[in-house]
């Protein structure tokens, strides 16, 4: 596969019919490894003005998504590989549902879509995540509200404390 490097965690395909291999897995669980965020992802569009984003993510098992929520548009999220909790929030911050999340033959729920605006996240549960995600383009990150009662990245002391309450009200349920 052919690609285009935009910056340290996302890359674009360049072909006219994408086509994704284990190989490509692989080189995108490599450079997630690498990465600060520990993430990467493979864009099967061609740039952030696309009218559909279809991407290959990778997420390590110590990525911190911070809550979000996306304005005029919709997320469908396919897990290929891996276990999550996907965690859904009302505005206030309250856990809604956890959701656990695996590889279709886990037996546990594979996909999500989500078409109104709900504070989401999800939580890795395995060494790492490869999951196919698309939304409506182009990419216009005034549209992403982050969650004003999550720790911003980077804030590891707020990400440690929010997720051990986050671990603790999963344990209650």
Not at 82 to 91: K, N, P, Q, T
Not at 110 to 138: A, C, L, W
Not at 165 to 172: A, G, P, S, V, Y
């Amino acid at each position: 596969m052919n690609y285009s490097k935009f910056n340290d965690e996302v890359l674009f395909a360049i072909d006219p019919v994408v086509k994704i291999s284990k190989e490509d897995i692989t080189h995108l669980k490599q450079l997630a490894e690498r990465t600060t965020r520990k993430r990467s992802r493979l864009c099967a569009h061609k740039d952030i003005r696309s009218p559909l984003h279809e991407m290959l993510i990778v997420h390590k098992q110590d990525t911190y998504v911070r809550p979000h929520k996306h304005l005029g548009k919709s997320e469908s999220f396919h897990l290929i590989d891996g276990e999550v909790l996907l965690l859904l929030f009302e505005d206030n911050g309250n856990l809604r549902e956890v959701i656990q999340m695996g590889d279709y033959n886990s037996g546990k729920i594979f996909y999500y879509r989500i078409d109104n605006p709900i504070f989401h996240s999800i939580v890795i549960k395995s060494e790492s995540t490869v999951f196919h995600e698309s939304t409506k383009g182009p990419f216009i990150r005034e549209n992403t509200i982050f969650a004003d009662w999550a720790p911003e990245e980077g804030d590891e002391k707020g990400i440690f404390q929010f997720m051990k309450r986050i671990n603790q009200k999963n344990l209650e349920r």
